[in-house]
């Protein structure tokens, strides 16, 4: 069975940091651009995070560069998004994603998708 399960959402002070990881299992990880989501309430759906398991090549919405970090432990079939200086405006669901064509999971139609985890930043 297909899955994706986020962990590592929470509350945190404005400035303090999350490190919410994605565990995949079900499919060949290899194959796959995982990345992460978030939506915030109120908000449309927005893409945070990529990156290929094949190459390790990276991408960062604007708004998180450079506070945001996200890796990949290829053995595990596990995605880690590290979230530094977080803001009251990072606030939102963060889901778990893959997809074979990174164009799909930027635009929120990935073939998978986790439940999501909370990250709530007080101010």
């Known amino acids: 069975e297909v899955q994706l399960v986020e962990s590592g959402g ?5 400035g303090g940091s999350l490190r919410l990881s994605c565990a995949a299992s079900g499919f060949s990880f290899d194959d796959y651009v995982i990345g992460w989501l978030r939506r915030a ?3 449309e759906p927005e893409g945070v995070s990529y990156i290929s398991s094949r190459d390790g090549i990276t991408y960062y919405t604007e708004s998180v560069k450079g506070r945001f970090t996200i890796s990949s432990d290829n053995p595990k079939n ?7 200086s ?10 778990c994603a893959a997809d074979t ?3 799909k999971l930027w635009a929120g139609h990935s073939d998978y998708w986790g439940q999501g985890t909370q990250v709530t930043v007080s101010s």
């Open 10 to 14: 929470g509350l945190v002070q404005a």
């Open 41 to 43: 309430p109120g908000k």
């Open 78 to 84: 596990t995605v880690y998004l590290q979230m530094n």
């Open 86 to 95: 977080l803001k009251p405006e990072d606030t939102a669901v963060y889901y």
């Open 101 to 103: 064509v990174p164009l």
